[in-house]
Antibody, heavy 125, light 111 residues
């Protein structure tokens, strides 16, 4: 069964750090770009970051650049999100997702076909 | 404010047809980037419903269909069922922001 399982969420004080993990199974992890998407309580989805096959290319939403780092370990079939200098507005459920990354009519396109169940991060004093 | 604009809510009776719009601009949908749609049932993770504007992943009923024209896209649901009650999100890429963007989401209520 194709599956993604996140872990590592919890309560952290403003300015603190947290490392999220995402364990992949049921597919060849090293063949797919991977992504983190978050959802604040009662709000919509927000793309956070994505990473290419070997970790050499990484992209971030502006609000987390310089604070968050996405990484992967293909030998362990795992994706990570290191979150530093956390703020209250980072409070959200964090989902990892598999990126289809296919060639569209004009561009290379991102669509997320497999999602984990999410892990909750709460930033509060 | 989301880069992609969706109506906050839509509703329909069982068996009816509803559509959800997703309006973008020349830096995302209008630039030729594909639109994808996700369904999020209450308390669960999002699920890919439509990718590449019109394509359904395996297992998604053909009651769900997508279209795209100019700077907008639409998701249509025919033969509405109670189990379709969920939040629906469109997604694309924005060249000005250099990143993936989502719509604000639309809550579908089955009356």
């Amino acid at each position: 069964e194709v599956q993604l399982v996140e872990s590592g969420g919890g309560l952290v004080q403003p300015g603190g750090s947290l490392r999220l993990s995402c364990a992949a199974s049921g597919f060849t992890f090293s063949s797919y770009w991977m992504t983190w998407v978050r959802q604040a309580p009662g709000k919509g989805l927000e793309w956070v970051a994505n990473i290419d096959l070997d970790g050499s290319q990484k992209y971030y939403v502006a609000s987390v650049k310089g604070r968050f780092t996405i990484s992967r370990d293909n030998a362990k079939n795992s994706l990570y999100l290191q979150m530093n200098s956390l703020r209250a507005e980072d409070t959200a459920v964090y989902y990892c997702a598999r990126d289809l990354l296919y060639s569209g009519s004009y561009w290379v396109e991102d669509a997320f076909d497999i999602w984990g169940q999410g892990t909750m991060v709460t930033v509060s004093s | 404010q989301s880069v992609l604009t969706q109506p906050p809510s839509v509703s329909g009776a069982p068996g009816q047809r509803v559509t959800i719009s997703c309006t973008g601009s020349s830096s995302n949908i209008g630039a030729g980037y594909d639109v994808h749609w996700y369904q999020q049932l209450p308390g669960t993770a999002p699920k890919l419903l439509i990718y590449g504007n019109t394509n359904r992943p395996s297992g998604v009923p053909d009651r769900f269909s997508g279209s795209k024209s100019g700077t907008s896209a639409s998701l249509a649901i025919t033969g509405l069922q109670a189990e379709d009650e969920a939040d629906y999100y469109c997604q694309s890429f924005d060249s000005s922001l250099s990143g993936v963007v989502f719509g604000g989401g639309t809550k579908l209520t089955v009356l």
